[in-house]
């Protein structure tokens, strides 16, 4: 059956999804359970999706990138979740954060950090969670203080992917303590390499295992204000549009991942006797493979059209949050009912269904929970 065809996708998109999916089906497939089991970064796929010209090429042409679009990534994600959440998000996140340079960087700093990335000879990262915040954005306490032409930075981040790897980051952090909670906040520029920025690995996670995250902390680490991506104190704004976009790739990160979910439980009903007969030939796994195939056709539709709105900037927010939380929670969904219909073969872990199980579990917390989604598509409904 083939859940992901190019019906819904953007004649110009669909050029790109082709190339993403033969990517996954020779590099990201046939390695998944591997790294799923040995949990090591995949530096190999990492460096083939750089030379495909797959990864990092969000960044426009003229700094080295192709410039792809948001419905060319959301095509892309859909194939290469559905091979494998873990070894795809090692691929998005090499340049998680160069949106924001690209976006609101001066020409220098686009130069001397987009470039590299786009060309496949550094990878980037984004800091924002820290141990006791999540989803507040308003709420990090990391602070940036300024020093005559430096900030001197002081706090923790956690959660952060490429926080060990990276060659730099895209820093949030505090540098007002005003109670203008949506003005004391700016992003900056942090090389990995400079004195005082110390990272290291969370411990294994139960899924995406081939993707690492990293617990940082800044002891007086110093940067030049030169650093400073766009002004000072406009870093929640910048953070805000960012996660936008972000919000809609996240949607593609679910419809992957229940695409794995039903091709897995399909294949498998279709191959099992019970009771001396096909297993989906009983009307109750039917019923449940039906409700699988409704859900998810109705999660990519909204989130399509959440793409459209989103690049439009059309109440970016309201759309981008029902498309992440109608995606990621349909993708929970379906591994379930996945399970329920492999039985006890559903808890071996050499078995694809477990892998997805553990994986939707993660998609519908990063980039802000659910329960917080919910409250972003009650309060920036249209005309409210």
């Not at 859909?78 to 795809?88: T, V």
């Amino acid at each position: 059956m083939e859940l992901l065809d190019d019906s819904v996708v953007p004649e110009e998109a669909r050029d790109i999804k082709q190339e993403a999916r033969e990517f996954a089906e020779e590099h990201i497939a046939p390695n998944a359970e591997e790294y799923y089991r040995t949990g090591d970064y995949p530096h190999e796929i990492l460096e083939a999706g750089q030379e495909a010209n797959l990864v990092a090429q969000d960044i426009p042409e003229e700094w080295g990138g192709r410039g792809l679009s948001l419905h060319e990534l959301l095509a892309m994600t859909e194939e290469f979740y559905r091979a494998d959440a873990g070894i795809a998000l090692t691929l998005q996140l090499a340049s998680f954060g160069c949106e924001i340079l690209y976006d609101h960087g001066n020409e220098e700093q686009k130069e001397e950090y987009l470039r590299p990335v786009a060309e496949g000879d550094q990878i980037s990262g984004l800091a924002v969670s820290e141990p006791e915040t999540g989803s507040d954005l308003s709420g990090v306490s990391t602070f940036a203080e300024k020093d005559g032409d430096e900030y001197v930075i002081n706090g923790e981040k956690y959660w952060i992917g490429n926080g060990v790897e990276a060659d730099w980051i895209t820093l949030y952090a505090r540098t007002d303590d005003s109670d203008n909670r949506y003005g004391n906040h700016t992003l900056f520029i942090v090389p990995t390499d400079i004195d005082g920025y110390e990272a290291e690995h969370i411990p294994e996670k139960m899924g995406f295992r081939a993707s690492k995250q990293a617990h940082i902390t800044f002891d007086d680490a110093r940067i030049p204000e030169e650093n400073v991506i766009g002004f000072e104190g406009n870093g929640f704004l910048m953070l805000a549009e960012f996660f936008n976009m972000g919000r809609v790739v996240v949607a593609g990160h679910g419809l992957g991942l229940a695409a794995a979910a039903i091709e897995e439980a399909w294949d498998f009903t279709h191959e099992r006797e019970q009771f001396g007969r096909p297993v989906s030939e009983f009307q109750a796994v039917q019923h449940g493979l039906a409700d699988m195939l409704i859900e998810f056709e109705s999660a990519r539709a909204l989130t399509w059209r959440a793409a459209d709105k989103v690049a439009n900037h059309e109440d970016s927010g309201y759309w981008a949050a029902m498309a992440k939380t109608k995606a990621t929670e349909t993708a929970v969904d379906c591994a379930e009912q996945g399970m329920q219909f492999h039985g006890g073969r559903s808890v071996l872990t050499d078995r694809r269904i477990s892998r997805v199980y553990r994986d939707v579990r993660i998609p519908v917390i990063y980039e802000g929970a659910s329960e917080v989604q919910r409250n972003l598509v009650y309060g920036q409904r249209p005309g409210t």
